[in-house]
């Protein structure tokens, strides 16, 4: 299985600052995203430590493993990378008051042959498309979504409901952090598409996958995203990363070498 990747961020329409942050490694088939929170710019510093941190390391850790890990090794190594992104966060913000209380949702995902490791933390999400149906494939760890699952809010009252950013879970506010970790199933022709909340806040899924069905190139798409959701008022920055899986061309038998075929 062969991956692309393609990234656009933009501060939306009312912040000043971008606390998104998104990075990706097409070698080893890594992507990143982070939306960051806390005063004086600290979320940026919190988001940008998250994902260029857990690239790199996790880049290296794969560099060397070649293809020869197999899945569970390669979820170990992303909690591992995740723990000590959170223990270095929340170490920068105990030793700078400028940096207190800063954090970061965080959403990683590792493409290992046909199959998806992903891995959140809070309130970004990952969808994916396939067969022209769209489904989220995290589940958000916020105070919303555990008054959906009590059943005290219908997901339409969710929809307009306040304080719909309160994350229960997030990167570097306690020394310990509790990473959702999940394998997917990976087919051809996929396309998973990574968010910050500045996008799924500002655009039903309907939107989304109108966009995600119109078979345009990863860059249109994710400059259209990004349009529609400043066009709807673009309250906060948004990010996003998407990623589509190809299949592998088969390689020519023995026969078909030999003749140039």
Avoid at 127 to 133: A, E, H, I, L
Avoid at 186 to 201: A, M, N, Q, R, T
Wanted: with cysteine; glycine share 8%; net charge negative.
């Amino acid at each position: 299985m062969n991956y692309i990747f393609y990234a656009q961020t933009d501060p939306g329409r009312t912040r000043e600052n971008n606390e998104d942050s998104v990075a990706f490694d097409e070698a080893t088939q890594i992507g990143v995203l982070a939306d960051g929170m806390g005063g004086y710019n600290a979320g940026e510093i919190a988001s940008g430590m998250a994902t260029a941190y857990i690239k790199s390391e996790l880049a290296r850790w794969l560099s060397e493993a070649s293809q020869q890990a197999n899945a569970g090794e390669v979820q170990r190594a992303i909690e591992i990378c995740v723990d000590n992104a959170n223990r270095s966060i929340y170490g920068a913000s105990c030793s700078n008051s400028q940096y207190a209380g800063m954090g970061t949702t965080l959403v990683v995902g590792v493409f290992h042959d046909r199959r998806l490791l992903l891995g959140h933390v809070g309130d970004s999400r990952c969808y994916r498309w396939r067969g022209n149906v769209l489904v989220q494939i995290t589940k958000d760890h916020s105070l919303l979504q555990e008054q959906i699952d009590a059943g005290l809010l219908t997901p339409e009252q969710a929809a307009t409901a306040l304080n719909k950013n309160l994350v229960t879970r997030a990167l570097g506010v306690d020394d310990v952090v509790l990473l959702e970790l999940n394998e997917h199933r990976v087919e051809p022709d996929d396309i998973y598409l990574i968010c910050s909340d500045g996008l799924s806040d500002m655009m039903q899924d309907a939107a989304i996958a109108e966009i995600l069905q119109n078979g345009a190139s990863l860059a249109l798409m994710a400059a259209q995203l990004v349009t529609l959701a400043n066009e709807n008022g673009g309250r906060d920055n948004i990010t996003v990363l998407l990623i589509q899986a190809t299949a592998s061309p088969e390689k020519p038998g023995l026969m078909a070498r030999l003749f140039g075929k």
